[in-house]
């Protein structure tokens, strides 16, 4: 089981520009939760996706939007990139987004942004 | 709005110490605690979490102690060891609002040998 994977591991974008992450997760969940991790803070939630829609978002501007695919796979888009973007975005998976119960998420290693 | 407030925000222990890590929070909704363990380039990684309905939980050398009433919960490593420095996040989260996580903001921990 390889776990929560992430493409690419390091980005370097410029202001104004757009920039695509992609996350696949681990084998047997259907849940994609994205969050930002500033240097030096905790991570912040931006969404999450299931069965293929945005279940929740968090305090994120729509700059910010994402996809999910059949094969539970997910996107987060980032369009007009400004300095304060620069951040480790990192994917979670877990199983079902119903609030059953407390489903365990798994990170996977982020994608390291720097918007110059 | 910082809804969950980790302290300290760095802790020096000995090989062998006790790592105590606190965490207070507003929302009296949130109903599941997890702690991660986060390592330079690593995603954050589950350590041990508690529901408000247990005051105390253990698994091997980390315990979670919580008081529902003051709106707390605090992590102790005990045996702390140079493998154990790391950055850990405290978490909050409600389930029927499918989990989404609200971190608190890092304690970093070095164990010196």
């Known amino acids: 089981d390889a776990g929560v994977t992430q493409s690419p591991t390091h980005l370097i974008k410029t202001r104004g520009q757009q920039v695509t992450l992609r996350c696949s997760p681990k084998?047997?969940?259907?849940?994609v939760s994205w969050y930002q991790q500033a240097l030096g803070q905790g991570p912040q939630f931006i969404f999450q996706?299931?069965?293929?829609?945005?279940?929740q978002r968090g305090n994120f501007p729509d700059r910010f939007s994402g996809h999910q695919f059949p094969n539970y796979s997910s996107e987060l888009n980032v369009n007009a990139l400004l300095l304060g973007d620069s951040a480790l975005y990192l994917c979670?998976?877990?199983?079902?987004?119903?609030?059953?119960?407390?489903?365990?998420?798994?990170f996977g290693p982020g994608t390291r942004l720097t918007v110059l | 709005q910082q809804q969950v407030k980790q302290s300290p925000q760095s802790l020096i222990v000995q090989k062998g110490g006790i790592s105590i890590i606190n965490c207070a929070y507003e929302?009296?909704?949130?109903?599941?605690f997890p702690w991660y363990q986060q390592f330079p380039g690593k995603g954050p990684a589950l350590l041990i979490a508690?529901?408000?309905?247990?005051s105390e939980k253990k698994e091997g050398r980390f315990t979670i102690s919580f008081n529902k009433s003051a709106k707390q919960f605090s992590l102790h490593i005990m045996d702390s060891q140079p493998g154990d420095s790391a950055t850990y996040f405290c978490?909050?989260?409600?389930?029927?609002?499918?989990?989404?996580?609200?971190f608190g903001g890092g304690t970093r921990v070095l164990v010196k040998p």
């Open positions: 979670a998976s877990s199983w079902g987004a119903t609030g059953k119960g407390y489903n365990e998420q798994f």
């Open positions: 084998s047997g969940h259907d849940t």
């Open positions: 996706y299931y069965e293929e829609e945005e279940r």
């Open positions: 929302n009296t909704a949130f109903d599941y």
């Open positions: 508690i529901r408000p309905d247990v």
């Open positions: 978490a909050a989260s409600i389930k029927a609002a499918g989990n989404k996580l609200t």
